[in-house]
């Protein structure tokens, strides 16, 4: 038979009442028991009180709970029936976490683990379970628990922020939250060697070390502390809010600035699609979790990308802009807010000497008939000329030039010539658009005009219905004076130039190679007068150098003779052609009786010939080399010479 026993207990106004227990029989197994969505504890005592929590019915006694919850004591104080029921709205963990509490009040052990500790501790907060209703409550048990235990190790630290996400504001209240990033941040910046097995929970440890010893048993593991991204998988598993406060944190603590963006990166490549193009070798490093299981977080993707860029600091390199430019298509695949995408363009352009040609092909994802999204690009060249101020760059230790001020304009226009070479195959692409994005960069940005021709002839290729008019207004975009001798002898027999372009391409082709000749021919005049004396400081000097220099001038005076034949029949073979079209201008003058000179009929198709001293003999051209050749005349097949050399340089 079940003995009853008689207990008093006292609330906090010092009131008196009289419970009566029944206590089981000593051989008799008690607990709780679960029938549907109804908890029973077998106690042989009826139930006085039954809490209702999501649902589920717990049907219990009102001294267990009375004696450790001040929410419930003060509910049933107000109470006056012998049984009640009573609903707790918004418990912390449900009724999972409410029968931990349940056995804890019935003096059963409370199973915390770093998965039910967040809760746990919200739950008795909850309940009002301090040491004031019962010496060593739940909540000081809780946070006894959460300190000596979770907060020394990592993956427990990982594993009870994952499970704040629910509880974010009675979290806030426990400073759960912010002793866990804390400690996150205080392990990332120590020597991971130092806090011992088991840290890392991958399954390839390493180090210079020896083995690890773990409560005296040899692991045969190691641990990797020359590693400094051992970190980035964990933290990964973490929402984005979560995330973003341990990158502050972090941060204040002095993490290196490589370092968070390297977690950064790794993060985004996670959860945003189309990034893992962009992805660089180093940080391409596949993690097996091996000793505890993690679930990925749910992510909204337009909120992470806000939140990446936000996070994303001022500085710049090779692989970071590369990243940047794949936010930038990912936001324009995800259609982001316009404040992001301008922000992105901003940082692109800030270091746009240090982009690729295939990291800048963005295509097009909006209306848009063009294959390549030209605008993009124009405005981030706007942004690069109008940066002030050159950011920082990273640590030595990543993959970075440092450059004058002028080398950058140098490549960045070296990189637009390819960039316009690659959208010139596009059909829907406008002349005009062609135009603006090659004046985009000032006059100075290019010692040479041959990437600005190539991209033309592209252009002229892929669209031949152009009129001979806009093919000259995009001409005009080129000075031929900067244009090399290949890339001249090849215009010279494009059959897509306008003839204007060409009888230009002509003469200042005409005027490289006359200069060049002088050159070569000055040098040998040189060669051949008396060397004077040398002065050097000592005779033994003297006579190395002397020896040195006249076999290394033999030797070149041997190429330049070459050269220089090379270049005399080249002159020959131009000053040639150049009479014809004299000729051929003559013809045209018959018809005009007014124009008589062929320099005149030249400036009237649009040719403009710079004044030379051989302007007196309009029947020849002069020449420094020896007589040029004898010209045939052959019956012209086409507006343009064709019996000469083929130079190609493309």
Same mark, same amino acid.
């Given at each position: 038979?079940?003995?009853?026993?008689?207990?008093?207990? =006292?609330?906090?106004?010092?009131?008196?009442?009289?419970?009566?227990?029944?206590?089981?029989?000593?051989?008799?197994?008690?607990?709780?028991?679960?029938?549907?969505?109804?908890?029973?504890?077998?106690?042989?005592?009826?139930?006085?009180?039954?809490?209702?929590?999501?649902?589920?019915?717990?049907?219990?006694?009102?001294?267990?709970?009375?004696?450790?919850?001040?929410?419930?004591?003060?509910?049933?104080?107000? *109470?006056?029936?012998?049984?009640?029921?009573?609903?707790?709205?918004?418990?912390?963990?449900?009724?999972?976490?409410?029968?931990?509490?349940?056995?804890?009040?019935? @003096?059963?052990?409370?199973?915390?683990?770093?998965?039910?500790?967040?809760?746990?501790?919200?739950?008795?907060?909850?309940?009002?379970?301090?040491?004031?209703?019962?010496e060593d409550n739940l909540l000081s048990k809780s946070e006894s628990f959460f300190h000596k235990n979770v907060l020394r190790n990592w993956k427990d630290c990982i594993l009870a922020l994952q499970s704040c996400d629910p509880l974010t504001p009675r979290v806030e209240k426990l400073?759960?939250?912010?002793? !866990?990033?804390?400690?996150?941040?205080?392990?990332?910046?120590?020597?991971?060697?130092?806090?011992?097995?088991?840290?890392?929970?991958?399954?390839?440890?390493?180090?210079?070390?020896?083995?690890?010893?773990?409560?005296?048993?040899?692991?045969?593991?190691?641990?990797?502390?020359?590693?400094?991204?051992?970190?980035?998988?964990?933290? !990964?598993?973490?929402?984005?809010?979560?995330?973003?406060?341990?990158?502050?944190?972090?941060?204040?603590?002095?993490?290196?600035?490589?370092?968070?963006?390297?977690?950064?990166?790794?993060?985004?490549?996670?959860?945003?699609?189309?990034?893992?193009?962009?992805?660089?070798?180093?940080?391409?490093?596949?993690? =097996?979790?091996?000793?505890?299981?993690?679930?990925?977080?749910?992510?909204?993707?337009?909120?992470?990308?806000?939140?990446?860029?936000?996070?994303?600091?001022?500085?710049? @390199?090779?692989?970071?802009?590369?990243?940047?430019? @794949?936010?930038?298509?990912?936001?324009?695949?995800?259609?982001?807010?316009?404040?992001?995408?301008?922000?992105?363009?901003?940082?692109?352009?800030?270091?746009?000497?240090?982009? =690729?040609?295939?990291?800048?092909?963005?295509?097009?994802?909006?209306?848009?008939?063009?294959?390549?999204?030209?605008?993009?690009?124009?405005?981030?060249?706007?942004?690069?000329?109008?940066?002030?101020?050159?950011?920082?760059?990273?640590?030595?230790?990543?993959?970075?030039?440092?450059?004058?001020?002028?080398?950058?304009?140098?490549?960045?226009?070296?990189?637009?010539?390819?960039?316009?070479?690659?959208?010139?195959?596009?059909?829907?692409?406008?002349?005009?658009?062609?135009?603006?994005?090659?004046?985009?960069?000032?006059?100075?940005?290019?010692?040479?005009?041959?990437?600005?021709?190539?991209?033309?002839?592209?252009?002229?290729?892929?669209?031949?219905?152009? !009129?001979?008019?806009?093919?000259?207004?995009?001409?005009?975009?080129?000075?031929?004076?900067?244009?090399?001798?290949?890339?001249?002898?090849?215009?010279?027999?494009?059959?897509?130039?306008?003839?204007?372009?060409?009888?230009?391409?002509?003469?200042?082709?005409?005027?490289?190679?006359?200069?060049?000749?002088?050159?070569?021919?000055?040098?040998?005049?040189?060669?051949?007068?008396?060397?004077?004396?040398?002065?050097?400081?000592?005779?033994?000097?003297?006579?190395?150098?002397?020896?040195?220099?006249?076999?290394?001038?033999?030797?070149?005076?041997?190429?330049?003779?070459?050269?220089?034949?090379?270049?005399?029949?080249?002159?020959?073979?131009?000053?040639?052609?150049?009479?014809?079209?004299?000729?051929?201008?003559?013809?045209?003058?018959?018809?005009? !009786?007014?124009?008589?000179?062929?320099?005149?009929?030249?400036?009237?198709?649009?040719?403009?010939?710079?004044?030379?001293?051989?302007?007196?003999?309009?029947?020849?051209?002069?020449?420094?080399?020896?007589?040029?050749?004898? *010209?045939?005349?052959?019956?012209?097949?086409?507006?343009?010479?064709?019996?000469?050399?083929?130079?190609?340089?493309?």
């Amino acid at each position: 038979m079940p003995t009853r026993t008689l207990a008093w207990l =006292t609330d906090k106004k010092g009131v008196f009442f009289l419970l009566s227990l029944v206590m089981a029989p000593a051989r008799k197994v008690t607990g709780f028991l679960k029938e549907g969505n109804d908890w029973f504890y077998n106690a042989g005592l009826p139930s006085d009180i039954t809490v209702v929590v999501d649902g589920i019915n717990f049907h219990l006694h009102k001294f267990p709970l009375v004696s450790k919850c001040g929410k419930i004591a003060r509910i049933c104080e107000e *109470s006056f029936e012998k049984a009640f029921t009573m609903a707790l709205e918004d418990f912390p963990g449900g009724p999972d976490t409410f029968l931990i509490i349940v056995k804890f009040c019935y @003096g059963m052990r409370a199973e915390l683990t770093p998965r039910n500790i967040v809760t746990v501790s919200c739950a008795a907060d909850y309940l009002e379970m301090t040491d004031e209703y019962g010496e060593d409550n739940l909540l000081s048990k809780s946070e006894s628990f959460f300190h000596k235990n979770v907060l020394r190790n990592w993956k427990d630290c990982i594993l009870a922020l994952q499970s704040c996400d629910p509880l974010t504001p009675r979290v806030e209240k426990l400073q759960i939250v912010s002793k !866990s990033l804390n400690a996150l941040s205080m392990m990332v910046c120590t020597d991971p060697s130092l806090f011992g097995w088991p840290m890392m929970m991958y399954g390839r440890l390493q180090s210079p070390g020896g083995s690890i010893l773990w409560n005296g048993i040899n692991t045969g593991a190691r641990i990797r502390s020359t590693e400094s991204d051992w970190w980035f998988e964990d933290i !990964s598993y973490l929402n984005v809010g979560l995330f973003e406060k341990l990158i502050h944190t972090m941060e204040t603590r002095g993490v290196r600035p490589e370092n968070l963006v390297g977690a950064i990166m790794y993060y985004a490549r996670k959860y945003l699609p189309g990034l893992g193009r962009w992805q660089s070798r180093q940080s391409g490093k596949t993690r =097996t979790v091996a000793s505890f299981s993690l679930t990925p977080a749910a992510v909204d993707q337009k909120v992470l990308l806000e939140t990446i860029e936000k996070l994303l600091p001022e500085k710049k @390199g090779k692989s970071f802009c590369r990243f940047l430019l @794949g936010l930038l298509r990912v936001a324009l695949i995800l259609s982001g807010r316009q404040t992001c995408k301008d922000s992105l363009e901003r940082r692109i352009g800030m270091q746009l000497e240090m982009a =690729t040609l295939d990291a800048l092909l963005i295509p097009t994802y909006s209306d848009s008939d063009t294959l390549y999204d030209t605008d993009c690009m124009e405005r981030i060249i706007h942004h690069f000329m109008n940066s002030e101020s050159r950011i920082t760059s990273f640590s030595p230790s990543l993959d970075l030039e440092t450059s004058p001020s002028s080398e950058p304009l140098r490549k960045v226009a070296k990189l637009m010539d390819n960039y316009i070479a690659e959208v010139a195959s596009d059909v829907n692409l406008k002349p005009m658009k062609i135009r603006s994005l090659a004046e985009a960069l000032p006059e100075s940005s290019r010692a040479l005009h041959d990437g600005l021709y190539r991209a033309l002839d592209i252009y002229f290729k892929a669209h031949p219905w152009l !009129s001979e008019r806009e093919k000259e207004e995009l001409c005009n975009i080129i000075d031929y004076q900067k244009l090399s001798i290949d890339a001249c002898a090849h215009a010279s027999q494009n059959d897509r130039l306008p003839l204007r372009v060409v009888l230009q391409v002509l003469f200042f082709e005409q005027m490289q190679l006359r200069t060049a000749l002088a050159g070569c021919l000055h040098v040998l005049d040189a060669e051949n007068a008396p060397a004077g004396p040398i002065t050097v400081p000592t005779d033994t000097a003297g006579q190395i150098v002397q020896r040195d220099g006249w076999v290394t001038v033999v030797r070149e005076n041997q190429v330049l003779k070459v050269d220089m034949e090379n270049m005399r029949s080249r002159v020959g073979e131009l000053e040639e052609e150049f009479s014809k079209i004299k000729q051929e201008m003559k013809r045209v003058t018959k018809s005009h !009786s007014s124009l008589s000179s062929p320099r005149l009929v030249a400036r009237k198709i649009g040719c403009k010939l710079l004044p030379r001293s051989s302007d007196a003999q309009p029947d020849t051209v002069d020449s420094t080399g020896p007589t040029p050749r004898a *010209s045939v005349e052959q019956p012209r097949s086409s507006r343009h010479s064709r019996h000469r050399k083929s130079f190609s340089l493309f």
